[in-house]
């Protein structure tokens, strides 16, 4: 059974920082993009990161560019979003997805590109 498992979310201070992890199982990782998306309330999910398979090519939208990092760990079968000097603006529902990696380009922020969706956690920003 194909499932993608996020952690890490909470409630944080402006400034703090939490690492959100996607876990696979039923999968295995390396074949697979994986996207980080959020969702803020009222709002349309929207791409913020992703990782190629490899981990070799990396994006971030100039949102969270300089704040956020995204990491992958294969041989766990982890992807990872580091969040640092969150805001409050950051609040919301975050979501990771895999997309199978057949070597074609797609576009990454797209949640239509993608195969497989996480339940999500929530990140809290708030004094």
């Known amino acids: 059974q194909l499932q993608l498992v996020e952690t890490g979310g909470g409630l944080v201070q402006p400034g703090g920082s939490l690492r959100l992890s996607c876990a696979a199982s039923?999968?295995?990782?390396?074949?697979?993009?994986i996207g980080w998306f959020r969702q803020i309330l009222g709002k349309e999910r929207e791409g913020i990161s992703c990782?190629?398979?490899?981990?070799?090519?990396?994006w971030l939208d100039d949102s969270v560019k300089g704040r956020f990092t995204i990491s992958r760990d294969n041989a766990k079968n982890t992807v990872y979003l580091q969040m640092s000097s969150l805001k409050p603006e950051d609040t919301a529902i975050y979501t990771c997805?895999?997309?199978?990696?057949?070597?074609?380009?797609?576009?990454?922020?797209?949640?239509?590109?993608?195969?497989?969706w996480g339940q999500g956690t929530q990140v809290t920003v708030s004094a």
């Open positions: 997805a895999a997309h199978q990696a057949d070597g074609t380009p797609y576009m990454c922020y797209d949640p239509n590109e993608y195969d497989y």
């Open positions: 039923g999968l295995a990782m390396e074949h697979y993009s």
């Open positions: 990782s190629s398979s490899s981990g070799e090519y990396r």
